[in-house]
T-cell receptor, first 114, second 115 residues
Framework: EADIYQTPRYLVIGTGKKITLECSQTMGHDKMYWYQQDPGMELHLIHYSYGVNSTEKGDLSSESTVSRIRTEHFPLTLESARPSHTSQYLC?????????????FGNGTRLTVT | AQKITQTQPGMFVQEKEAVTLDCTYDTSDPSYGLFWYKQPSSGEMIFLIYQGSYDQQNATEGRYSLNFQKARKSANLVISASQLGDSAMYFCAMRESGSARQLTFGSGTQLTVLP
């Protein structure tokens, strides 16, 4: 039972196209995150949000942008996709308060830019 | 410097045996949390177990337990009675206080359970 949803699951797109990766959660979590992960490698934080109208860049520099207009929705946009953007993108959320609250992840979007 | 180090890129274990996946961490923060996640080949991240820096006892969740040695800054995951479905990537992660609740991940260990 998934409480955090990512679409599309797979995306193959040509260089220069604009894409938006969707992420929605139904848990009412304030905190949301985007991680980038190359196959078999560690996850790197690229964006996070404390709540509506709050977005911050993560540790890994990314050409993508995010928005947080609604609590449940945290889309990621690439204005002009390049082959270097080929990766898996994982969206996550966590509740406010308590250091023991884990991140809940979506199933990820596997992006291939040709 | 790496905050989370997982030194075993790959591990093999026989079905029904126990296996330990290593994780060491680096922080000067007295308050932090340690997490283990499982990532099957399908790609989703599944939360397994949590250990707080002030917890007196090692965390356990079913077949998963965490061997927490604070002085050595290690938080090894122990999986007892391995099953074929345990074959996956396993990631250790840490959250330091004041870090806006994001996690820093290690490079992962690929566990293969042999029949």
């Amino acid at each position: 039972e998934a409480d955090i949803y990512q679409t599309p699951r797979y995306l193959v797109i040509g260089t220069g196209k604009k894409i938006t990766l969707e992420c929605s959660q139904t848990m009412g979590h304030d905190k949301m995150y985007w991680y980038q992960q190359d196959p078999g490698m560690e996850l790197h934080l690229i964006h996070y949000s404390y709540g509506v109208n709050s977005t911050e860049k993560g540790d890994l520099s990314s050409e993508s942008t995010v928005s947080r207009i609604r609590t449940e929705h945290f889309p990621l946009t690439l204005e002009s996709a390049r082959p270097s953007h080929t990766s898996q993108y994982l969206c996550a959320s966590s509740r406010t308060g308590g250091d023991n609250s884990p991140l809940h992840f979506g199933n990820g979007t596997r992006l291939t830019v040709t | 410097a790496q905050k989370i180090t997982q030194t075993q890129p790959g591990m093999f274990v026989q079905e029904k045996e126990a296996v330990t996946l290593d994780c060491t961490y680096d922080t000067s923060d007295p308050s932090y949390g340690l997490f283990w996640y499982k990532q099957p080949s399908s790609g989703e991240m599944i939360f397994l177990i949590y250990q707080g820096s002030y917890d007196q006892q090692n965390a356990t969740e079913g077949r998963y337990s965490l061997n927490f040695q604070k002085a050595r800054k290690s938080a090894n995951l122990v999986i007892s009675a391995s099953q074929l479905g345990d074959s996956a990537m396993y990631f250790c992660a840490m959250r330091e206080s004041g870090s806006a609740r994001q996690l820093t991940f290690g490079s992962g260990t690929q566990l293969t359970v042999l029949p």
